[in-house]
């Protein structure tokens, strides 16, 4: 079992052992076989561009490297069978200034981005090139939209 520390992730960009540019080889040593793995379409496990081990995601290029680390669909983040996460201070639907008040405490140099396709939504971008999605305003017309964290990711 591989343990991690979102706060160093957030920090550095790196998930544990994990890094983007590794193998899909690599990757697998560490972790062994994945939860889940997709799209639907994908003839099998080896081929398969996504590789989901609790409710973190991997995604793989053609040449079978690395890409992308995300999640967007967790409460607590949670590693399944061989990641152990330790969450830090990360849930879903936690409002983007407490997240950026715990990067400040943590000592994590972040900075803001507007994403214009999404109104009312933020990137908080992280030292470690994590980006977090945030939706800090609802749009007039749906009052059910919740504000908070919305999904973590780390791309080339």
């Given at each position: 079992?591989?343990?991690?520390?979102?706060?160093?992730?957030?920090?550095?960009g790196?998930?544990?052992?994990?890094?983007?540019?590794m193998?899909?080889?690599?990757?697998?040593?560490?972790?062994g076989?994945p939860?889940l793995?997709?799209?639907?379409n994908?003839?099998?496990?080896?081929?398969a561009?996504?590789?989901?081990?609790?409710?973190?995601?991997?995604?793989?290029?053609?040449?079978?490297?690395?890409?992308?680390?995300?999640s967007?669909?967790?409460e607590m983040?949670?590693?399944?069978?061989?990641?152990?996460?330790?969450?830090?201070?990360i849930?879903?639907?936690m409002?983007?200034d407490?997240?950026?008040?715990?990067?400040?405490?943590?000592?994590?140099?972040?900075?803001?981005?507007?994403v214009?396709?999404?109104?009312?939504?933020i990137?908080?971008?992280t030292?470690?090139?994590?980006?977090?999605?945030?939706?800090i305003?609802?749009?007039?017309?749906?009052e059910f939209?919740?504000?908070?964290?919305?999904?973590?990711?780390?791309?080339?």
């Open positions: 079992m591989l343990a991690v520390c979102l706060e160093e992730f957030f920090r550095t790196v998930l544990g052992e994990i890094s983007l540019g193998s899909r080889e690599s990757v697998s040593s560490l972790l076989s939860d793995w997709g799209p639907s994908a003839k099998n496990v080896e081929t561009t996504i590789w989901k081990y609790g409710d973190i995601e991997f995604y793989f290029s053609r040449a079978d490297q690395l890409f992308q680390i995300f967007d669909d967790f983040p949670m590693g399944g069978k061989t990641l152990q996460i330790d969450p830090w201070v849930h879903d639907k409002l983007a407490t997240l950026k008040a715990a990067l400040n405490a943590a000592e994590i140099p972040y900075y803001l981005c507007d214009p396709a999404l109104p009312g939504v990137e908080i971008v030292a470690g090139n994590v980006r977090a999605m945030c939706r305003e609802r749009e007039p017309d749906d939209q919740e504000l908070g964290l919305r999904s973590f990711c780390l791309r080339d």
